[in-house]
């Protein structure tokens, strides 16, 4: 299913009615979304302690996930998938995420039409060392 060499929480099949398109008569209704998420993560604390406090909790994702879709109404997938990455990435501790948003009602002749997004966690840069002969 995934080809990773980490942990991957996900979730498949995601369903949200949201606002989304270009169209004035798309900014008039909702449409369904359908939302797959990996996100990558060292799940080793959760599979011993068996407490989903040492977990990422794929429930309140899909809920966050659900809300941010609801409240962003964009215009375009492609800034709704990055924004919901950026989201998810800032809130929870993952390293990578790969998203992808289909909109199976877009295109009659076409089972789903989407995009699909591939995020890092930025990592945190050291301090600069300072050597004895910066102080001159």
Known sequence: MFHTESDVVFVKGLTVE??????????AITQPLLIDIALETDISRAA????????????A????????CQAIKAQLLEHLAGQIADKL????SCHKITLSI?????IKQADAVGVQITRYAT?????PVVSKDDDA
Do not use: F, H, M, Q
Not at 48 to 59: E, H, P, Q, T
Not at 102 to 106: D, L, S, V
């Open 18 to 27: 949201a606002v989304i398109g270009v169209y004035a008569w798309e900014r």
């Open 48 to 59: 011993i302690s068996d407490d989903v406090n040492d977990a990422l909790n794929y429930k």
């Open 61 to 68: 994702v899909c809920d966050d996930v659900s809300a941010w």
């Open 89 to 92: 990435l800032a809130k929870y």
């Open 102 to 106: 289909a909109k199976p009602t877009a």
């Open 123 to 127: 990592a945190i840069e050291d301090k």
